[in-house]
Structure formats: C-alpha cells, structure tokens
C-alpha cells in the first residue's frame, strides 16, 4: 500500500510543474461550445506459453472504444460504449478455454437554461451492462438504468484552441506565418477548426476541405500574418498534417456538478425496478500548452422505499493527468479511488484503489502503441489477499475514425 500511495504522490504532484509556454494565449481562454467529434479504437494483444507445461497456454484480449461529443450554446449530447473479450487456456491437461465478454455504453444530454450556456442545466442519462463471465456466477447477464436531474456549469472542450496553437506554430517554422498572432486571431481560427462537421455538411465529405481551408486562410490573411497572399500548397499541406494525421490530446476545462434521480431497471445481482439517487462533480483544468488534468467524484445509492440510507453508499473518484510530450508520445495516468460505506455501520468498509500509468507512441494516423503500468489494491477488514498488485501492458490500438 505504501509502493501505491509514493506513486499516486508521485504522479499527481507533477501538476504542480508547468512548463513555460512561448504563445501568451491560454487554453481557458476558449470558451466557444459549439463542437463535435467522435472517435473509435479497437485494442487487441495476445500471449502463448508453451514448454513444461501439459499444454500450450494462452490469451487472447480485444477492446473496442467508442465515443461521440456534440455540444451547442444550448444543449450537449455525450455517449461512449466499450467491449471487451479475452479468450484464455491454462497449460493444465483439464483446464479449458474460457471466454469473457462484456459491454458497457452509456449516453446523456443536458438541456442549459441560461442565454451564455453555462450555468443552470437539465439532464436524461441511460446506461446499459452486459456480462457474461465464466468466473463470475451472475444471476442477470444486463444491467440497465435510467436518471434524471439537474445540474450547473459546464465542461468546455478546448481542443480546437490547441490544434490551432499547434497549426500557427507549424506554419511559421516553415516561414507561411511571419510575425505574431494575437489572441483574438488564435481564437477565430479555432472557431473554424471546431466547424468541420458545418463545412461537412454543406459541402459534402468529398469536396469540405478546401473550403474549410479557405476559412482558415481568410482569418490569417485578414490578421496580415502571411508571407503570401494564400497558404499556398505547403500551408494546406500542415495544416491538413495537423488536423488529420498528427494526434492532439484532448483539452477540457470548466467543471460542473449534478444530481439526479432514477430507476435501476435491472442489475447484475438480479434487482429491479429500484430507485436510485447519483451525484456528481466534475472538474477539468489544462496546464500550459501540455498537460490535462481532469477529476470526477460521484456518489451512488439505491433508495430502498424511497428511503435514504437503508444501502451502501458508494464514493468513487477519477483522476487523470496526462502529459503530451510531444506530437507522437502521451504520458497518461489515471488513478480510482473507490470507497463502499456498508448502511449497517458494524460492517467495515470497502477501499479499492487503481492505479496506472503508460506510454502511448502514435506511429500512424491509425495505429497507435501502448505501454502500461498498473498497481491494484483491495482493503476490506482481514482480507488475506492485501497486496499490492501489479500487472505491465503492452497492445496496439487502431483507430477506426
């Protein structure tokens, strides 16, 4: 436990080092919400054993990641969905081939009531689980669930802002851009970056881009930063090498909290139709032009009778922080802390904590490596099995869109 606690110290200390940045404009500045992207990825690895064993053992282990973001002034739309399968054999004569399947997907929109879009907001969320593990003997193979509430502030994805940081820096090391950009220009050309899905639609996925291009252009030349009067075939060219091909880490800031009530339509365990009251708060911050730090704590109960207190509570906190270090390696942490407080208090509580960092190297536009680290650890009353665990990853992630 103490190996886990000097990581986390460790890890998250590292916040508080924010390198210089050259460009005087900030990520926090971007406060534009209209934007739209999603993104999917399929994992896979692979490992056999073979030699002094009965037979050759192995396992097998594939993910598939889906998320999708629109946001506007007045609404935003959220939902991601993951699945996972691992096929595994021991080297025993009598051990057989398991296999694990499970899925997750969850969506929600948010309804702002406010003119600025920031403040006051109305939320529907809906999740689905599904489970079919050899290991684990559960009564139901669904979990599904619904919520409604309200909430305040928002999460602004600033990326655009980073990916136009990036485009301008780009071009005037190759001498495109000649003098300094102001603020206000950064902030333009963002705008831009963040309407493809516009352009998109009103020119076709054939012919948007040199539309979209020209936008950009014309925000330039009106700043009078171009050493010609158009990007010219090598601008377009960065440009489109930014945007399309290099990776840019996905920049948040704001923070918003929550509360709401539903119904637990069916779990794992077999319960239904039992209401549920969830709380959230989330918090997003980057610092500089390279790292993101992003926290969220939610609180979870089932209301037996519409009664509060009668089961467990359950805390559970994220945090990540993420390094760019350059165009081609992220350093990504996460550590999860989560905290069951049992409703009969001479039961003990629940502490499970996960912690894990990486490397991921993008060596295409596609095709992405991934190293990691992880340290797991469960504490409740005598359990025997205390140790800190540990398990090194190594797989490759290809980027479907």
Do not use: C
């Not at 920031?118 to 009564?139: K, M, S, V």
């Not at 136009?164 to 206000?184: F, M, N, P, T």
């Not at 992003?294 to 990540?320: K, P, Q, R």
């Not at 912690?355 to 992880?374: A, C, D, K, S």
Request: glycine share 6%; charged share 25%; hydrophobic share 40%.
């Amino acid at each position: 436990m103490k190996k886990m606690m000097k990581w986390m110290a460790w890890i998250l200390g590292l916040v508080l080092i924010v390198p210089a940045s050259a460009v005087a404009i900030e990520l926090t500045d971007y406060i534009d919400p209209d934007i739209y992207w999603q993104d999917a990825e399929l994992s896979a690895m692979f490992t056999a054993r073979d030699g002094n064993r009965d037979q050759t053992s192995y396992d097998a282990y594939g993910e598939v990641d889906w998320e999708l973001e629109y946001s506007t002034l007045p609404m935003k739309w959220r939902a991601a969905a993951v699945g996972t399968m691992d096929f595994n054999r021991g080297g025993d004569d009598d051990d057989d081939t398991e296999e694990n399947i499970a899925f997750d997907a969850w969506s929600d929109a948010k309804l702002y009531q406010t003119e600025a879009g920031n403040g006051l907001f109305y939320f529907g969320r809906a999740e689905y689980g599904y489970r079919d593990i050899e290991a684990q003997d559960l009564p139901e193979n669904n979990r599904a669930e619904a919520l409604v509430g309200a909430g305040y502030g928002r999460i602004i994805t600033a990326t655009p802002l980073m990916e136009a940081i990036r485009s301008v820096e780009d071009l005037q090391k190759y001498g495109i851009i000649q003098g300094a950009v102001s603020d206000a220009t950064y902030l333009k050309l963002a705008a831009v970056i963040a309407r493809e899905q516009e352009y998109q639609s009103r020119y076709s996925l054939r012919e948007y881009e040199k539309f979209w291009y020209e936008a950009m252009e014309e925000v330039l030349r009106n700043e009078g930063v171009l050493a010609e009067e158009t990007l010219g075939a090598m601008g377009v060219i960065r440009i489109q090498d930014i945007l399309t091909v290099e990776n840019v880490l996905e920049r948040k800031h704001g923070w918003e909290a929550r509360a709401g009530l539903g119904f637990q339509i069916v779990d794992y365990s077999g319960n239904e139709a039992d209401p549920l009251f969830r709380a959230a708060l989330e918090y997003a911050k980057p610092f500089g032009l390279q790292w993101q730090f992003m926290d969220t704590v939610t609180y979870a109960t089932i209301l037996e009778d519409w009664d509060f207190g009668d089961t467990d509570h359950n805390f559970t906190n994220i945090a990540s922080l993420t390094y760019e270090i350059n165009e081609t390696i992220d350093w990504i942490n996460l550590w999860q802390f989560d905290l069951i407080v049992p409703s009969d208090g001479d039961d003990d509580e629940i502490y499970i904590n996960h912690l894990e960092t990486g490397l991921e190297f993008y060596i295409t536009n596609t095709v992405n490596l991934v190293t990691r680290l992880e340290f797991d650890h469960y504490d409740h009353d005598d359990n025997p099995d205390d140790e800190v665990e540990t398990t090194f990853f190594v797989g490759v992630t290809y980027t479907i869109f």
